[in-house]
């Protein structure tokens, strides 16, 4: 028996994490499978290649690891996927790939055999190859390691754990052993699969299984008309299918191949370089990257020189990127290398290098870090081939359904095998007519139906530029409750508008300035550090950079100039990147040169929240050090004695106000210092003791329509956040503008320090001054303590806002309290791009079915995250998020939720139509089964092709409501009100059909129907042996007679009636009038299905197999189908406006506590009288001691652990 240590677990701690297990084949199993498999028919097979864990244990017995033939792979996320794959094994000179350095190949695999060669080396070299097991899945290969006993992925370089000094040290001049094997080619190779292969795996879908065994079963009843009809819609939808997802194969092959294979100039020593194909390239490898810019075929790290890059592929972001060498010396240089940490000195494949900023006679160089499916471009087609199924409980709960359909049909099989044994039918019919039953109750066109909904919606998402790469989750728009923003570019615009500038000088504050262009600022530090610090670059003539950078370099009217290629030669600068005062500065105030050139550049990180350069005047012995980045950093890297006593009550007074403010500084270094000598110095030390210059003050002008979209949004009770990396006083003045946090209410800021020397970590609760109300005092809070502090107050609303460093905190030492917190969290400041991602899974973990609308460059983890990720961009789609708007607006979520609801709500429409659908043509092959008769194959074909297919394929065209109104759709179909609506349908169709078939036999003028019948003419006599006789001599089915005939007409009147019915349109969808294909095929059916009814037509009755009637049980049909409707309607009504009140009374669920974990929590917390904390608040416990002080009208309450 299999225990736990048998099973172990790879890319633990991942996303992809997964269990492993291993078999080896088993003979006598293997002969019972196949015995099965032909006493099955091939059934068997089937069985076991839907389910991978039953075909494995079924066919292997369980071993270990390290002797596995066959391995089972279970996902550990919440769809617990299996997978089943193959063990092979290779021979390779080592256990790992980066096991011998000194082995030097002398040759190289040839393309696409590196799975089964190694490179040959001299004899006297060659290491004794050993045999390694590997598995592949989802284009990543897994190596056996005998030292952890399982099976790892091997990734790049950053599997040796090098530190940044390494790389420069021991890979500058490239790797020369052969990778290859292990790592294989370097190429996303999306192979798009022959169309018999896609054939074969489209028809072994248990959908087209089902469908192949109910023609088989029709052509045995000779149904060949209805049979054909089904093989010709699924032949399209095949057809359909196949076309659908060869051209997105097609689609993203061609994407990937158009720069997957290029050819690049590989290092092999100090000067020589040599050309080959980007597929040739493994990890540890050397690359020069062009002066004219490449498309990067790999994720290098760039170790010498500095390239712009356009990583719109990735962020979906076009502004262009300055990308730095890696550090060679101090304490950065001395961390390990991490891809994320040092991103900015990071080339990702797929990214298009624009330029490079190159010294006279070096190369632009970077060493290779990834290649193939494992870099970050490789990641993302890997994501988009294997998609993760779509976890939302409509489709679940669907699942569930048809099984309770195949309960009912399994009621049918043998209600249908005893009626028939009674009448001593013979054997085949028997089996024929009890599988017919299954082929009706479990109705076919059901998948392309619920489709269908999704599909238009998509269409309509596009007409309005919002662009979906996964149609799936617009269903799970309509159940969004949350929506996280991002502020810039997203709530505010873009584009800043400088308000002033606020020089220090002599340790204080002078009067703050309209702007920097003026002639007695231009020799200032302050307009200098403006001027150079900055990360812009011209591309074809034009400065291009972020568009902050744009603004405050056109406030100081300098004009940057980056010389020509032959410019540097015959000059020899040290940085082609120079900036200079304007012309009439230059001719009015110094006769002399005032250029700077700009020598080394440390790109702004949003981690380190900074960028800073060096810069060095013409003429100068001695270089300078320039910084900005947010007020709090630049203060702590300056000397104290040079900022502004007053430095905090003027920022706070700024951004109160709503103003973005960034710090200046800047050093003087040391003149002794050369070039060469500041290339290697490390960022913390050149950023230290700097003397602070001062604060630009940016105007950032909230969005037009923001505050329109925040209140509609919040009418209809879809709760919204701000996730921002701006500061924390700014987000809340712009969320009290936008109307995210409304006058009145307050906003208590959470701060919490990390533990310090002799100080464990604790929580700061301070009240924000707003217009309403004057400011609160503080308190602190041990955390040691405070182990439930609970949330919700009925007198008064409030909100909560953190910073990052609080955040870190409180997850790390607070996790009692993180999910409290964001109940009531609304603006999250300094957050960085990893805990915007971090934040959205709290929220999730609490109930929230969570959107995230963002600009999609430091929002990507975030939108990928959230059950509906919106980025705003240009791009037609981004590959960071499943919806991609091209306004650059909010506008779009209001559209996309209102989308997502008419989805949804059609979604359940159409199922319910379906499923009674199914169950009105069961009730009737059941009621015709107990006279020994059924429905005819052109009646099958009129109700399933005419009626059944229209009217549900229009009936998802409704558009959304024009309003989001308070009021969620459902999200459960195993819902009270839902079946309830469905349960009442059903019986008001059961009770008329069976009223019309016990009716019509009580008629004077029934009688077993013969050719010879003619009931329009009642007074024609007719004897029952010749009627019987007739019957059987001429219908053996008997499928004409008059019970038939009459089911057949109030069933048809009832398929249309539920799609009358359940085609809901107010509050979701527009009215079903306004839905004219929808309007117009319900009038078409209705007007046919009454004329021929009312006025038969002999070449129509006889194409329908049905029989004339008499005059007057035609009226009686029309007043039992009007019956019908209208008590349908009523019920539907009934049920709407009053099914869920009745069944909660009905089972005593008036009090029930809330399912969803967030609801449950603000009802918790609603009766603690301590939360939110309250100023002047004392705990008391018997293990602390409580210091309180009084100082400026704030309370600081300090807890401390006693001695005892």
């Not at 096991?99 to 040959?120: A, I, M, T, W, Y």
């Not at 699969?193 to 079963?217: A, C, D, H, M, R």
């Not at 509906?868 to 791009?875: D, N």
């Not at 759709?969 to 059909?993: D, E, H, K, M, N």
Request: charged share 20%.
């Amino acid at each position: 028996m299999k225990t736990r240590e048998d099973v172990k677990i790879i890319n633990q701690g991942l996303e992809d994490e997964m269990e492993v297990s291993g078999y080896r084949p088993c003979l006598w199993k293997l002969a019972l499978v196949g015995v099965g498999a032909v006493c099955s028919g091939g059934l068997l097979l089937l069985l076991l290649y839907w389910l991978p864990e039953w075909g494995v244990k079924g066919t292997c017995t369980h071993t270990s690891l390290s002797d596995a033939h066959t391995l089972l792979l279970r996902t550990k996320d919440e769809f617990r996927q299996w997978f089943r794959v193959r063990v092979h094994r290779m021979l390779a000179p080592g256990r790992k790939p980066f096991e011998d350095l000194d082995v030097k190949p002398r040759g190289q695999p040839p393309n696409g055999d590196f799975g089964h060669q190694v490179c040959s080396v001299p004899d006297e070299q060659l290491p004794q190859e050993q045999q390694i097991q590997y598995f592949t899945h989802h284009n990543f290969r897994y190596y056996w390691n005998d030292a952890i006993q399982n099976f790892e992925f091997y990734q790049g370089l950053e599997d040796v754990k090098v530190s940044c000094a390494h790389i420069h040290s021991e890979h500058s001049r490239g790797l020369t052993k052969a990778l290859r094997l292990f790592f294989g080619e370097n190429e996303i190779a999306v192979r798009v699969p022959s169309l018999f292969k896609l054939l074969i795996k489209e028809v072994l879908n248990p959908f087209y299984i089902f469908q192949l065994f109910s023609v088989v079963l029709w052509s045995a009843e000779d149904y060949y008309y209805y049979a054909t009809a089904i093989v010709f819609m699924s032949v399209i939808s095949i057809a359909t299918s196949l076309y659908t997802i060869r051209k997105q194969y097609v689609m993203l092959h061609d994407m990937v191949a158009s720069h997957s294979v290029v050819r690049v100039s590989v290092c092999r020593g100090d000067k020589d370089t040599e050309q080959t194909m980007s597929t040739e390239l493994v990890p540890g490898d050397v690359i020069a990257i062009p002066a004219n810019g490449m498309v990067m075929p790999c994720d290098a790290v760039l170790f010498q020189g500095t390239c712009v890059v356009n990583e719109s592929m990735l962020t979906g972001e076009s502004v262009p990127v300055t990308k730095t060498s890696l550090p060679s010396s101090g304490d950065e240089a001395a961390r390990r290398y991490n891809m994320e940490e040092h991103k900015r000195h990071t080339l990702f494949c797929g990214t298009h290098v624009i330029q490079t900023r190159f010294y006279t006679g070096e190369l632009v160089k970077a060493v290779v870090i990834r290649t193939g499916f494992s870099t970050e471009k490789g990641q993302l087609v890997c994501s988009i081939l294997h998609p993760k199924p779509t976890d939302f409980r409509l489709y679940r709960d669907a699942y569930l359904f048809l099984l309770c359909l195949v309960g009912v049909a399994g009621i049918g099989f043998v209600y249908t095998i005893v009626l028939s044994i009674m009448n001593k039918v013979s054997a085949k019919t028997i089996i024929i007519e009890s599988l017919d039953i299954i082929t009706i109750t479990v109705p076919p066109a059901l998948p392309a139906a619920m489709t269908a909904g999704i599909v238009y919606a998509q269409r309509r998402l596009k007409r309005v530029g919002i662009f979906c790469i996964s149609p799936q989750r617009i269903n799970m728009c309509g159940q969004l409750n949350l929506v996280c923003f991002d502020k810039t570019g997203t709530l505010t615009e873009d584009g800043l508008d400088l308000w002033g500038i606020h020089r220090a000088e002599h340790s204080s504050f002078v009067a703050p300035e309209p702007g920097p262009a003026e002639e007695r600022l231009v020799k200032s530090a302050f307009v200098a550090c403006m001027a150079t610090c900055h990360s812009l670059t011209k591309i074809e003539g034009e400065l291009s950079g972020d568009p902050l950078d744009l603004k405050m370099f056109a406030a100081t009217c300098w004009v940057l100039e980056e010389p020509t290629e032959e410019e540097t030669a015959l000059h020899n600068p040290l940085m082609p990147t120079v900036v200079r005062p304007p012309r009439r500065f230059l001719l009015t105030l110094f006769p002399q040169s005032c250029e700077m050139g700009i020598v080394r550049q440390f790109p702004f990180s949003s981690a380190l929240q900074r960028m800073s350069v060096v810069v060095r005047r013409l003429g100068d012995k001695h270089m300078e050090v320039f910084l900005k980045g947010a007020p709090e950093v630049v203060a702590g890297l300056c000397k104290p004695n040079s900022v502004p006593q007053n430095f905090t009550e003027t920022l706070e007074s700024y951004t109160r106000q709503g103003f973005r403010v960034i710090a200046l500084a800047h050093r003087q270094l040391e003149s002794k210092l050369s070039w060469h000598k500041v290339q290697t110095l490390s960022r913390d030390l050149i950023e230290t003791n700097m003397e602070f210059l001062g604060l630009i003050v940016m105007q950032n002008k909230i969005k037009q329509e923001t505050a329109g979209v925040l209140t509609e949004l919040r009418r209809a009770n879809i709760r919204t956040l701000m996730v921002t990396g701006d500061n924390m006083l700014t987000a809340i003045s712009v969320a009290r503008d936008c109307g995210m946090v409304r006058p009145h209410e307050n906003v208590i800021v959470v701060d919490a320090a990390p533990p310090g020397d002799s100080c464990p970590p604790c929580i700061t609760w301070r009240y924000v001054e707003n217009p309403a109300q004057t400011a609160r005092d503080d308190q602190v809070i041990n955390p040691q303590i405070s182990t439930s502090l609970p949330i919700l107050v009925e007198e008064e609303m409030y909100h909560f806002a953190l910073n990052g460093r609080a955040f870190a905190v409180i997850t790390e030492h607070f996790p009692q309290l993180i999910q409290k917190l964001a109940l009531r969290a609304t603006v999250f400041a300094r957050m960085a791009p990893d805990q915007k991602t971090q934040l959205v899974e709290i929220l999730q973990g609490i109930d929230y079915i969570v959107g995230m609308c963002g600009d999609g460059a430091n929002d990507c983890g975030a939108l990928k995250r959230a059950h509906s990720g919106i980025s705003l961009s240009e791009l037609e789609a981004s590959v960071a998020s499943p919806f991609t708007s091209s306004t650059s607006n909010i506008s779009c979520v209001p559209n996309l939720i209102r989308e997502g609801r008419a989805a949804l709500i059609t979604s359940f429409c159409v199922f319910k139509f379906m499923a009674l659908y199914s169950i009105i043509q069961y009730i009737s092959v059941i009621l015709l089964y107990w006279i020994l008769s059924n429905l005819g194959d052109f009646q099958f074909l009129f109700i399933d092709l005419v009626i059944i297919l229209i009217i549900a394929f229009t009936m998802s065209l409704n558009p959304a409501w024009k309003d989001l109104v308070r009021q969620r759709p459902p999200s459960s179909l195993i819902s009270g009100p839902l079946l309830c609506s469905v349960l009442t349908q059903i019986l008001t169709c059961l009770a008329f059909q069976v009223l019309a078939f016990y009716l019509v036999q009580q008629q004077s003028w029934y009688e077993t129907w013969t050719p010879q019948s003619d009931a329009c003419n009642v007074s024609r006599p007719s004897s029952f042996s010749d009627r019987r006789n007739g019957t059987t001599s001429h219908d053996h089915k008997n499928i004409r007679n008059y019970e038939n005939t009459s089911l057949f007409y109030v069933s048809s009147f009832q398929y249309l009636a539920v799609a009358i019915v359940f085609s809901k349109g107010k509050p979701f969808r527009q009215p079903s009038y306004k839905n004219w294909p929808f309007m117009l095929s319900c009038v078409g059916l209705y007007s046919f299905l009454l004329f021929i009814m009312l006025y038969p037509i002999s070449a129509i009755d006889n194409f329908l197999e049905i029989v004339c009637v008499p005059h007057d049980w035609r009226v009686t049909l029309v007043i039992i189908i009007a019956a019908n409707a209208i008590l349908s309607f009523m019920l539907e009504v009934a049920n709407d406006s009053w099914g869920a009140l009745f069944l909660s009374r009905l089972f005593c669920q008036r009090n029930k506590p809330p399912k969803v974990l967030y609801r449950h929590l603000a009802l918790e917390l609603q009766e603690d009288a301590d939360w939110p904390p309250k100023p002047s608040t004392v705990t008391f416990f018997c293990s602390l001691i409580f210091v309180v002080c009084k100082e400026n009208y704030s309370c600081f309450i300090s807890l401390r652990l006693s001695a005892t």
